[in-house]
């Protein structure tokens, strides 16, 4: 039987994100696509390029995000942000990537199973989703209150503020199946937050 890189891809995604990176063999992943494991090597030459090509997902996902929403696909340096509502419809497409779509789903719940279990999978975890996102919002803000777009003037604490509503409606996604109803209520903080800091 043949199988897709894709197909396999996911696959592997999926069973990472419910048994850990190491709870998960190729002689595993082979049986459950019902493959030889000779199969899966024709396409990656270990369980490590699988999960290579996962993050690299991710993060190819994060640039077609900004890219989309006009802000900067690095997180170094000074950069120009055209608006605040330009950032609220990034955080709006995350925050559908990471709650709704099956692989952005998926590669979350994998990432936080394996930070108890493995010192790399934190610091990807903490860049992710706790402080590199503190830390790149916190620029995107220095540049909004640099053009009087923000008002307020510690970008840290306000990226903070913005930050934990994303983080909190991320966390509740698990809990329930009306995923889009949690979209409309993130929406409305943000909106609530450009209220009193939109300049």
Known sequence: MKITKEKLLMTALNLFSKYGYDGVSISYLANELGVTKGAIY???????????????????????????????????????????????????????????????????????????????????????????????TAKVFKSLINVKKLKGSDAEQMAREYYSSFFMYLSLSDYTSDKIKLIQELKDQLLIFKRNHGG
């Open 42 to 136: 024709r396409h990656y030459e270990s369980k490590q390029a699988i999960f290579d090509e996962i993050i690299q997902r991710v993060v190819k996902n994060d640039k077609d995000v900004a890219i989309k929403n006009d802000l900067p696909t690095e997180r170094e340096g000074e950069y120009f942000v055209s608006s605040l509502d330009d950032f609220i419809s990034f955080t709006l497409d995350q925050f559908s990537f990471y709650a709704i779509d099956e692989f952005g789903s998926a590669f979350r719940k994998m990432v936080m199973l394996e930070q108890f279990r493995n010192i790399d999978m934190i610091e990807l975890y903490r860049g992710i989703f706790l402080t590199g996102p503190i830390e790149y």
